[in-house]
């Protein structure tokens, strides 16, 4: 299984009961985000809290043939107020869990780390996950990539944080011990490639929690036939769960290009912290989409089955 269909991707058995969640929809004006949002509360994942321009978004919604009868609107002016507000209900626990509808990423993420900051909060650092669910012709599951959305360069410290978030968010989709590769530009550990040296590292730090593979390119990570052309041996070669980037580059490129392909279909989310953001690109399709707010509401179940210690 690879390409998932919407029905796969909503209803794969949680961990715990998947009723509607309390969710915060920030600036759904663009039709494809709406109809997203509501393919989720179609579904009974979300209950809508919808905050940006009513006026607008009833007037899409009533385009589309979509019933937005029953969600809660907040009206506001503006993105940065739109996600202030989303920012506060999350922190006070109003709601469950954030959709980034039609608004930058950087502007939604400010608003969510100053809450963090003035409110004091301490549960984790954030990162990003994308999902990327490929034709099988090109590979044969579910690909976790991390992270290409939030931090720019992160440090081994930091790395090594991004790769527990990303452990976490597998498992809570039903992989115990997930396949992770650590990459580089080089199968060896060398002073010239700091990439390969901070790979060694990381993976060393995360081997408790995970068959690791690493330092490696991608090729190794996607294809046996590639590691055994260069001698590697190792069950993660070829068969990798997650890829752990060296940086926001290497991620966003890898996920944009598999993108390419019209038949990918690629989630994003925001995880690490004490709820979940959804956190499609403005540009994806609906079935992503729809994905994205699917993969966060099953891992929202995971997080209320296993909470943090404080």
């Known amino acids: 299984m690879t390409l998932m269909s919407e029905s796969t991707l909503l209803y794969e058995p949680p961990p715990v009961d998947l009723g509607p969640a309390p969710t915060a929809v920030v600036q759904p004006s663009s039709g494809t985000s709406l109809r997203a949002v509501h393919g989720a509360y179609a579904a009974g994942l979300i209950a809508p809290t919808v905050i940006g321009d009513r006026q607008t978004i009833v007037r899409l919604a ?60 301490s549960s984790g650092r954030l990162s990003h996950i994308f999902a990327v669910y490929l034709p099988e012709e090109i590979y044969h599951k579910p690909l976790y990539v991390t992270d290409g959305a939030i931090n720019v360069a992160p440090s081994p410290d930091l790395k090594q944080v991004i790769a527990n978030n990303a452990i976490d968010f597998v498992q809570s989709m039903g992989i115990r011990r997930p396949k992770v590769v650590v990459l580089s530009a080089t199968e060896t550990v060398s002073a010239a490639v700091p990439s390969s040296i901070e790979a060694a590292d990381v993976g060393t730090r995360i081997a408790d929690r995970a068959d690791v593979l690493g330092p490696v390119a991608l090729d190794i990570a996607l294809s046996g036939a590639a590691a055994a052309v260069k001698g590697i041996t190792s069950p993660v070669a070829g068969d990798a769960d997650v890829l752990i980037c060296p940086n926001i580059e290497t991620a966003n490129g890898v996920v944009k290009m598999a993108a390419r392909n019209p038949r990918t279909v690629i989630a994003g989310l925001v995880v690490g912290g004490s709820y979940p953001i959804v956190l499609p690109s403005r540009g994806d399709s609906h079935q992503s989409q729809l994905a994205s707010c699917g993969l966060g509401r099953k891992y929202l179940a995971w997080m209320q089955h296993n909470p943090k210690p404080l």
């Open 62 to 121: 009533a385009k589309d043939e979509l019933t937005v009868d029953g969600w809660v609107f907040h009206e506001v002016d503006g993105d940065e107020p739109a996600a202030d507000l989303a920012a506060s209900l999350a922190a006070g626990g109003d709601v469950a869990m954030m959709v980034k509808g039609n608004i930058k990423t950087d502007v939604l993420m400010r608003a969510v780390l100053q809450n963090r900051r003035e409110s004091g909060v």
